[in-house]
């Protein structure tokens, strides 16, 4: 998945003891016996999450209120996705509680590696005020909770905006190209929008919410391409981002350049004037911060432009499950339900005091949550971020497919080839377009 500040890859000696605790927990005996799952206090459950834990004061007020004590087990995203894939194939334990990120429901689900929700959780609750609980939602079932909120936005540089004479935000495409075009004639940047062109999943993402703002989807219910067509959006989105690096908008070494390092030695540095498919938050983690930006106060989010107007975003965010094999579903259910709690989500993201805050790129998954971070003034343009949220669509209407990797793979590693000149975009949205083709039609 793409890099975000909050599941940064976990560093030093720790992350080797990590490794260490889930090699061992991938033995074993697949899972508890059924007095002991039901067990929801005097309990100790692992916890399986791309992230830093969370205070200790707060994982302490858990046990002391519910008597289950717990583990942490941070490591990066791409090694816990391994790891969640092989203790489910052999029927192994490896922990409680585990990342389920958007792009993996479908696979989870289909498989049936993960326990529904619906059956502990107050669904409906969730509903009411999780936007994104759709992306973890698969034919009726729960298979995972969001518990930060990522959605897919532009960002602009208003600074840079203002000196090319720019004095109205663009709400168009075609608005914003010409503005793009703008500030390169005049000498403001020599190019200044950043796409990251590496072959990486951030490309993929970039691809998704572009093909959104042109007005449509990548695949369609049965996992069929709906990009096929140079008419189409999908195609029209790839072309646009192409023709960008062809024409000087994007640097031409943005083609070994991923999402996080575009964010943090492009936009934060005055670099680019904007990124067309960002993510929300980085305002306030990355772009407000001093010591790490030259931007700060000079970066605000864009209502994405679409063909006729502001386009929706696109989700991707993170969420937790419970894996088939949980030694204790019942006590990691208490746990999902406490963590993913509006209380706890408050805690968090500072609204009761610093000494509980989690993460400085975390955004609350409940949206009213994040409504309270906006009155308070604590989320930079926070206003503007809701309204992104309420609107915030899955990537995937229908879930992901359970060969979404497969796709992405494909997808990045073509994109990058037009992008540098190897292919077409014509051949890259065709080769694209087969494997799509020969998975939907093997499933």
């Not at 994104?132 to 518990?147: E, K, M, N, R």
């Not at 602009?156 to 703008?182: C, H, R, S, W």
């Not at 949206?367 to 206003?383: I, R």
Request: glycine share 10%; proline share 6%; net charge neutral.
């Amino acid at each position: 998945m793409r890099t975000r500040p909050l599941r940064a890859t976990w560093r030093g000696l720790a992350g080797l003891g990590v490794i260490t605790l889930l090699a061992a927990g991938c033995g074993g005996n697949g899972g508890s016996t059924s007095d002991e799952s039901s067990k929801t206090t005097g309990v100790t459950i692992t916890v399986a999450l791309p992230t830093d834990p969370p205070p200790a004061a707060a994982l302490d007020e858990f046990t002391k209120q519910t008597g289950i004590t717990v583990k942490w087990a941070s490591s990066d995203w791409d090694s816990l996705q391994t790891k969640i894939s092989a203790a489910a194939s052999a029927n192994t334990y490896f922990a409680d509680v585990t990342n389920v990120d958007w792009s993996r429901v479908g696979q989870l689900g289909k498989l049936k590696w993960f326990q529904p929700l619906e059956t502990k959780l107050d669904a409906n609750s969730l509903k009411s005020d999780m936007p994104q609980l759709a992306s973890f939602t698969l034919d009726g079932h729960i298979i995972g909770v969001p518990y930060d909120a990522s959605y897919m936005v532009t960002t602009v540089n208003t600074e840079l905006f203002a000196k090319a004479g720019i004095t109205k935000m663009p709400t168009t495409i075609d608005e914003y190209t010409n503005d793009l075009k703008q500030i390169k004639s005049k000498g403001v940047v020599k190019h200044p929008l950043n796409i990251p062109f590496a072959a990486a999943e951030g490309l993929s993402t970039y691809w998704y919410e572009t093909t959104q703002a042109f007005g449509g989807t990548v695949l369609d219910a049965k996992g069929k391409p709906q990009f096929t067509d140079p008419n189409s959006p999908g195609y029209k989105a790839a072309q646009w981002m192409v023709d960008a690096v062809k024409s000087g908008l994007v640097p031409p070494g943005n083609v070994n350049v991923n999402d996080s390092q575009g964010e943090q030695t492009l936009m934060a540095q005055g670099q680019a004037a904007s990124t067309f498919s960002d993510y929300s938050g980085l305002i306030n983690s990355l772009y407000n911060v001093k010591k790490s930006s030259k931007v700060s106060g000079k970066i605000q989010y864009l209502n994405t432009p679409g063909v006729s107007g502001p386009a929706s975003n696109l989700s991707n965010p993170d969420g937790m499950g419970i894996p088939k094999q949980a030694k204790y579903p019942q006590a990691a259910a208490k746990f999902i339900e406490w963590f993913t709690s509006a209380t706890t989500q408050e805690n968090f993201s500072g609204l009761n005091g610093e000494d509980k805050v989690w993460g400085s790129s975390f955004i609350p998954s409940r949206l009213s949550v994040v409504e309270k971070l906006s009155k308070a003034g604590s989320l930079a343009d926070g206003e503007r971020l809701s309204a992104m949220l309420k609107t915030a669509k899955p990537v995937f209407p229908e879930g992901a497919p359970a060969w979404y990797p497969a796709f992405s793979n494909a997808v990045y590693t073509n994109l990058h080839a037009a992008a540098t000149g190897s292919m077409t975009v014509a051949d890259a949205i065709n080769a694209i377009a087969a494997v799509a083709n020969s998975k939907a039609g093997g499933s």
